[in-house]
């Protein structure tokens, strides 16, 4: 019988019942205040969106460079941070081309400067600032959408939150094969499938509320949202293996870093957003 804090057999130190109580009880409370905090954003839009959209990801590329880059000095980490900051700042002023133009031009600045000093990581460097910034211009061109910005918002954040409680509830319950077990030995294909149907059914409801044009396409669209929301979780937890960390930080009590709580969402932002810009507004399914 293990202690209550013995070693498992792969080296993690296993918490007791009274651990993991606490820990689920900070994560509840950590969610009870940064949930409403973010929905009201959301509702406002506007300036109060985009200053909390800023700060998400000033946040998250320093997040991001500490976990691939833990010994360059601050002045190194903050060029990243620097870039992101301006890259929004021009897509408050001048929109979201313009943006987009300068992300690409600083991430190859930095790209050099990264091979130039012979970074052991410069790739990985420099994508941290493409990596949160197209989840952000993203999040920040559908909130701006002028017609159902709201909608469309309220529409995808249901729809990766429901991926991640459905893909929980379905893979504690059922368990079965592992998606993926050299990178997150924890996910099932079973919580795969919960996460979609979950997310079909939560994205189908916004959308009926919302008045969407066609809803059953809305279900379906949130399905695949599931997946691509899920391939952001593994990408993340990937890097997180590489690296031998458990957390990308530990900002959000409970929760670990900012990146822990968005990896599904950064990913799946830029996704939703092309779609609704091309194919979806052809079909006007909204």
């Not at 010994?71 to 903050?78: K, L």
């Not at 941290?128 to 002028?146: C, T």
Request: proline residues 4%; aromatic residues 10%.
């Amino acid at each position: 019988m293990q202690s209550e804090n013995s070693t498992s057999a792969t080296g993690a130190t296993a918490q007791s019942g009274l651990g993991r109580t606490g820990n689920l009880r900070t994560r509840i409370l950590s969610a009870l205040v940064l949930g409403p905090v973010v929905l009201l954003a959301v509702y406002l839009g506007g300036w109060v969106f985009e200053v909390v959209i800023l700060t998400f990801a000033v946040l998250a590329v320093a997040e991001w460079t500490r976990l691939v880059e833990p010994d360059r000095s601050r002045w190194i980490a903050s060029l990243p941070v620097a870039a992101v900051a301006a890259i929004l700042i021009a897509d408050f002023i001048m929109g979201a081309a313009v943006s987009l133009l300068l992300a690409a031009i600083l991430t190859v600045a930095l790209l050099g400067y990264a091979w130039l000093s012979h970074s052991d990581h410069r790739w990985l460097f420099s994508f941290g600032v493409p990596y949160i910034v197209f989840g952000s211009v993203s999040l920040i061109w559908v909130r701006g959408h002028p017609e159902d910005g709201l909608g469309l918002l309220i529409y995808l954040l249901f729809c990766i939150w429901a991926t991640d409680i459905g893909a929980y509830a379905a893979g504690k319950s059922i368990g079965g094969p592992k998606l993926a077990p050299r990178i997150s030995p924890k996910k099932t294909w079973a919580g795969l499938f919960g996460g979609m149907l979950s997310a079909a059914v939560f994205g189908g409801g916004v959308a009926v509320a919302f008045d969407a044009e066609l809803p059953w396409l809305a279900a379906l669209l949130a399905m695949v949202l599931a997946v691509v929301g899920q391939i952001g979780d593994l990408f993340e937890s990937g890097i997180k293996r590489r690296f031998d960390v458990k957390d990308s930080g530990r900002l959000i009590p409970g929760h670990g870093g900012l990146l822990d709580r968005v990896d599904g969402l950064i990913v799946a932002a830029p996704v939703f957003a092309l779609f609704h810009a091309t194919l979806g507004k052809a079909l006007a399914w909204w």
